[in-house]
């Protein structure tokens, strides 16, 4: 070991006693100093003006500023650094072949592999020195952020460190194969170059696909950056480095020794396969260690998740992929082999929990029944000479996808229309993993806990909560994409909904099957065979959504009578500039962002907890909606969720209850209190009411609106009502700690001085002293 270690300082000597050395250093640390001072400075500048104007914007940043900095520094590092190690490695051995020492080496009495792993050993050391360079910026950043996140660095610079290893592993055995500096340097550049982009080649082509991800370099750089440490991935860079530095052992032994080919061949052979061995071995899921170095471990599946993917227990999950060739571009080059590699990532992270997981793909064209663009693009065309054009457009092979008739054979996609799907197969169980039309990614939304967890809960045979939407009296509808309708409502199935309607004037509400009842603003009066069965359903304690229109208060008011609760008479007006007066501007209350935990409303409580209130976070619009009048000796304890009073500040518009007919293509309407027209401070247009009955809680939505719920304006307000209805089963959300990393402690005036001092005074110190060394070692 003394021997090896000799050897190394000896290395090293030699490389700081050439300029290459100094100059690679010093360029590594402008590098970074770039990087890191080039970015803070303008960051410091705007926080500083930021803080200034809002004293408390730090509870307002919901990201990590680490993790938001220093990945793209990291990554930027890593997008060059293959062009320092050409010239770092391209004399270590060459130097020896060209001056004729390699035969004093050969004579000498240390055996060659200590030889080898000396000089490879001062590559290692050299590399050790940038690394610390980087580590140099770590250090101050504590100084720049509060609370920094340090893991994601320490993982960065591993994964950095590693890269430049195993980048110098095979300059060192590129400089073995020539006695000429310069084309081992060109050997090494060009090597390095193919094996950084290699990643991203013929990604079409399966086997290709497989072998070039592999043979990448940089991939597995990137989890390490973003702070994820994979056992797989450490080992991979170990391997990469035994098998050059045991490549440039051979060959020099190569040079002293006379043996047959086929034997020189057997060890290279040897050295490879022993090398892919152990890579192959440490790449399975059961094998694969993972350690996340982030402060709020935001590259792992959140305990919520975590739990689900358990239930799974050892049982194969099987996840099939259904591309149609003939879906919608995107989605298409989601679904080719080309893309599988990021696909597969998205799942890893599930892997990691259940390594039993299989994937298959099914490859299909198929059109929807009724849709003619095709034809009329390829006019004359079968649809199997259509599909032979279309892959050839996507440089893929044709013969790979199934017929109509042969993909039908295994499963009915015309339900899903033919797009994309995720089909989950467990314990003879099958559900799809779906998206609405319109979502800008699909891949990003399968990809999202809630959408997993409600399919693994599927599969699993959980009985999910059922929303049974009331028919009969013309109802907004869940089967109609009109924009009034409430058709996309059934996008609520991906996150672990069931829906369904029911006529009660010929069917029986059974209470063990329905979790919730939906009464959607009826048209027609209720029967009292309908209004009995509703009444009886709330009586046994039943969860109901009943949302009214203006003019047809009648019809739901009886019901609602029981509750102590009635729809006001007239319509709720606020005359404006820029809308029609049957615009209101709505809010949230406090007890609407506490009905469940979405990401959304745990950051506006979060806000909340620090006493910061923005108007726009609460604000919603009701469309022709009227408000609600309420007992406070119904025996139920009732909240309002939506108001038309702002909680920090005064209404901008007068909002009052007009009764009579309303006009919103004409003039602006006027309060007129002789024709009973109401005006309140605030008026109620949501409200929950709950009570314990029959030892569970009852809970009940009521809302003078049913707009808000349509087609046109659907979104996150209907997953909020539906969780509390259903006890907040589902979605089962992912929670993230909130960022402590959140505030920026660097002053536009040091963060000035900081890039001066790193961009030119201390590499010109760097410079300064390199040079004294190189002058005094020339003279002796």
Same mark, same amino acid.
């Given at each position: 070991?003394?021997?090896?270690?000799?050897?190394?300082?000896?290395?090293?000597?030699?490389?700081?006693?050439?300029?290459?050395?100094?100059?690679?250093?010093?360029?590594?640390?402008?590098?970074?100093?770039?990087?890191?001072?080039?970015?803070?400075?303008?960051?410091?500048?705007?926080?500083?003006?930021?803080?200034?104007?809002?004293?408390?914007?730090?509870?307002?940043?919901?990201?990590?500023?680490?993790?938001?900095?220093?990945?793209?520094?990291?990554?930027?590092?890593?997008?060059?650094?293959?062009?320092?190690?050409?010239?770092?490695?391209?004399?270590?051995?060459?130097?020896?072949?060209?001056?004729?020492?390699?035969?004093?080496?050969?004579?000498?009495?240390?055996?060659?592999?200590?030889?080898?792993?000396?000089?490879?050993?001062?590559?290692?050391?050299?590399?050790?020195?940038?690394?610390?360079?980087?580590?140099?910026?770590?250090?101050?950043?504590?100084?720049?952020?509060?609370?920094?996140?340090?893991?994601?660095?320490?993982?960065?610079?591993?994964?950095?460190?590693?890269?430049?290893?195993?980048?110098?592993?095979?300059?060192?055995?590129?400089?073995?194969?020539?006695?000429?500096?310069?084309?081992?340097?060109?050997?090494?550049?060009?090597?390095?170059?193919?094996?950084?982009?290699?990643?991203?080649?013929?990604?079409?082509?399966?086997?290709?696909?497989?072998?070039?991800?592999?043979?990448?370099?940089?991939?597995?750089?990137?989890?390490?950056?973003?702070?994820?440490?994979?056992?797989?991935?450490?080992?991979?860079?170990?391997?990469?480095?035994?098998?050059?530095?045991?490549?440039?052992?051979?060959?020099?032994?190569?040079?002293?020794?006379?043996?047959?080919?086929?034997?020189?061949?057997?060890?290279?052979?040897?050295?490879?396969?022993?090398?892919?061995?152990?890579?192959?071995?440490?790449?399975?899921?059961?094998?694969?260690?993972?350690?996340?170095?982030?402060?709020?471990?935001?590259?792992?599946?959140?305990?919520?998740?975590?739990?689900?993917?358990?239930?799974?227990?050892?049982?194969?999950?099987?996840?099939?992929?259904?591309?149609?060739?003939?879906?919608?571009?995107?989605?298409?080059?989601?679904?080719?082999?080309?893309?599988?590699?990021?696909?597969?990532?998205?799942?890893?992270?599930?892997?990691?929990?259940?390594?039993?997981?299989?994937?298959?793909?099914?490859?299909?064209?198929?059109?929807?029944?009724?849709?003619?663009?095709?034809?009329?693009?390829?006019?004359?065309?079968?649809?199997?000479?259509?599909?032979?054009?279309?892959?050839?457009?996507?440089?893929?092979?044709?013969?790979?996808?199934?017929?109509?008739?042969?993909?039908?054979?295994?499963?009915?996609?015309?339900?899903?229309?033919?797009?994309?799907?995720?089909?989950?197969?467990?314990?003879?169980?099958?559900?799809?993993?779906?998206?609405?039309?319109?979502?800008?990614?699909?891949?990003?939304?399968?990809?999202?806990?809630?959408?997993?967890?409600?399919?693994?809960?599927?599969?699993?045979?959980?009985?999910?909560?059922?929303?049974?939407?009331?028919?009969?009296?013309?109802?907004?509808?869940?089967?109609?994409?009109?924009?009034?309708?409430?058709?996309?409502?059934?996008?609520?199935?991906?996150?672990?909904?069931?829906?369904?309607?029911?006529?009660?004037?010929?069917?029986?509400?059974?209470?063990?099957?329905?979790?919730?009842?939906?009464?959607?603003?009826?048209?027609?009066?209720?029967?009292?065979?309908?209004?009995?069965?509703?009444?009886?359903?709330?009586?046994?304690?039943?969860?109901?959504?009943?949302?009214?229109?203006?003019?047809?208060?009648?019809?739901?008011?009886?019901?609602?009578?029981?509750?102590?609760?009635?729809?006001?008479?007239?319509?709720?007006?606020?005359?404006?500039?820029?809308?029609?007066?049957?615009?209101? #501007?709505?809010?949230?209350? &406090?007890? *609407?962002?506490? $009905? !469940?935990? +979405?990401?959304?409303?745990? =950051?506006?409580?979060?806000?909340?907890?620090?006493?910061?209130?923005?108007?726009?976070?609460?604000?919603?619009?009701?469309?022709?909606?009227?408000?609600?009048?309420?007992?406070?000796?119904?025996?139920?304890?009732?909240?309002?969720?939506?108001?038309?009073?702002?909680?920090?500040?005064?209404?901008?518009?007068?909002?009052?209850?007009?009764?009579?007919?309303?006009?919103?293509?004409?003039?602006?309407?006027?309060?007129?209190?002789?024709?009973?027209?109401?005006?309140?401070?605030?008026?109620?247009?949501?409200?929950?009411?709950?009570?314990?009955?029959?030892?569970?809680?009852?809970?009940?939505?009521?809302?003078?609106?049913?707009?808000?719920?349509?087609?046109?304006?659907? #979104?996150?307000?209907?997953? &909020?009502? *539906?969780?509390? $209805? !259903?006890? +907040?089963?589902?979605?089962? =959300?992912?929670?993230?700690?909130?960022?402590?990393?959140?505030?920026?402690?660097?002053?536009?005036?040091?963060?000035?001085?900081?890039?001066?001092?790193?961009?030119?005074?201390?590499?010109?110190?760097?410079?300064?002293?390199?040079?004294?060394?190189?002058?005094?070692?020339?003279?002796?």
């Amino acid at each position: 070991m003394r021997q090896i270690i000799k050897i190394a300082k000896n290395e090293l000597l030699n490389l700081f006693y050439s300029p290459v050395a100094w100059f690679l250093t010093i360029t590594f640390f402008v590098m970074c100093a770039l990087l890191y001072a080039g970015t803070m400075y303008p960051i410091a500048k705007g926080a500083y003006f930021d803080y200034k104007l809002r004293p408390d914007l730090e509870f307002v940043v919901n990201n990590s500023i680490t993790g938001f900095i220093f990945p793209g520094f990291f990554l930027n590092i890593v997008q060059y650094v293959y062009l320092f190690v050409p010239l770092l490695t391209m004399n270590i051995i060459s130097r020896e072949l060209h001056n004729g020492t390699i035969k004093l080496l050969y004579s000498s009495p240390v055996k060659l592999r200590r030889i080898v792993l000396g000089k490879y050993l001062a590559l290692m050391i050299y590399n050790l020195l940038l690394a610390l360079i980087m580590f140099v910026f770590i250090v101050n950043a504590f100084a720049d952020i509060r609370a920094l996140d340090y893991g994601p660095f320490l993982s960065g610079m591993l994964g950095v460190y590693l890269l430049l290893s195993a980048l110098t592993a095979i300059g060192f055995f590129m400089s073995s194969l020539t006695s000429y500096q310069v084309v081992s340097a060109i050997a090494s550049f060009t090597v390095l170059a193919m094996l950084m982009s290699v990643g991203q080649l013929w990604q079409q082509y399966n086997f290709v696909r497989d072998l070039t991800y592999f043979l990448s370099l940089k991939n597995r750089t990137e989890w390490m950056i973003n702070g994820l440490i994979k056992s797989k991935d450490v080992i991979y860079y170990l391997v990469i480095i035994y098998m050059f530095v045991g490549f440039t052992l051979l060959k020099l032994r190569g040079g002293r020794e006379i043996i047959p080919w086929y034997t020189k061949a057997m060890r290279y052979l040897f050295v490879i396969l022993s090398g892919l061995l152990v890579g192959y071995v440490a790449s399975m899921p059961l094998f694969t260690g993972y350690w996340d170095t982030t402060d709020r471990e935001v590259n792992t599946i959140r305990p919520e998740t975590q739990k689900v993917v358990n239930e799974l227990g050892d049982s194969l999950l099987e996840v099939t992929l259904y591309t149609n060739l003939l879906d919608e571009p995107k989605n298409v080059m989601i679904g080719l082999p080309g893309n599988r590699n990021n696909y597969l990532a998205l799942w890893e992270q599930y892997v990691r929990f259940k390594p039993g997981i299989k994937f298959s793909y099914e490859y299909y064209y198929a059109v929807r029944p009724g849709d003619s663009t095709f034809y009329k693009k390829f006019p004359g065309k079968t649809l199997r000479q259509i599909a032979g054009l279309m892959a050839k457009g996507y440089q893929v092979d044709s013969a790979m996808f199934k017929s109509p008739e042969e993909i039908r054979k295994l499963v009915d996609l015309e339900p899903e229309g033919y797009a994309l799907r995720m089909q989950l197969k467990y314990q003879g169980r099958k559900v799809f993993l779906r998206t609405l039309p319109g979502i800008p990614s699909e891949i990003e939304v399968f990809s999202t806990e809630p959408y997993i967890n409600a399919g693994f809960k599927r599969v699993l045979g959980t009985k999910m909560p059922r929303l049974a939407f009331v028919s009969g009296n013309l109802e907004r509808s869940i089967y109609k994409r009109g924009e009034r309708e409430y058709s996309n409502l059934w996008g609520l199935v991906n996150i672990g909904f069931d829906l369904d309607s029911i006529n009660l004037a010929t069917q029986d509400i059974d209470t063990a099957a329905v979790t919730a009842l939906v009464l959607a603003d009826p048209k027609m009066e209720l029967s009292p065979v309908v209004l009995g069965k509703l009444r009886d359903y709330l009586n046994n304690g039943g969860n109901m959504l009943i949302m009214g229109e203006p003019r047809k208060q009648y019809v739901i008011n009886p019901l609602l009578s029981q509750l102590g609760v009635q729809l006001m008479p007239g319509q709720l007006v606020q005359p404006s500039r820029n809308e029609t007066p049957d615009l209101v #501007g709505s809010y949230f209350t &406090t007890t *609407y962002f506490n $009905l !469940c935990n +979405n990401p959304n409303l745990r =950051y506006i409580r979060h806000l909340w907890t620090h006493n910061i209130y923005y108007e726009n976070m609460s604000t919603y619009a009701t469309m022709g909606g009227t408000s609600i009048g309420y007992t406070a000796d119904s025996g139920y304890i009732i909240k309002p969720l939506v108001i038309t009073k702002p909680l920090t500040k005064p209404a901008p518009e007068k909002v009052w209850l007009k009764m009579g007919k309303l006009v919103t293509d004409s003039t602006a309407p006027v309060f007129n209190g002789q024709e009973g027209d109401i005006s309140r401070d605030s008026f109620d247009i949501a409200i929950k009411l709950s009570r314990s009955i029959k030892g569970k809680e009852q809970r009940v939505i009521v809302c003078g609106d049913a707009d808000f719920m349509s087609n046109i304006y659907t #979104g996150q307000l209907d997953e &909020t009502l *539906y969780s509390w $209805l !259903c006890y +907040n089963q589902f979605p089962i =959300y992912g929670t993230i700690p909130f960022p402590r990393d959140n505030k920026v402690l660097l002053g536009p005036g040091r963060a000035a001085v900081q890039k001066i001092v790193y961009i030119w005074i201390i590499p010109g110190i760097m410079l300064l002293l390199g040079t004294v060394l190189l002058i005094r070692r020339s003279r002796k």
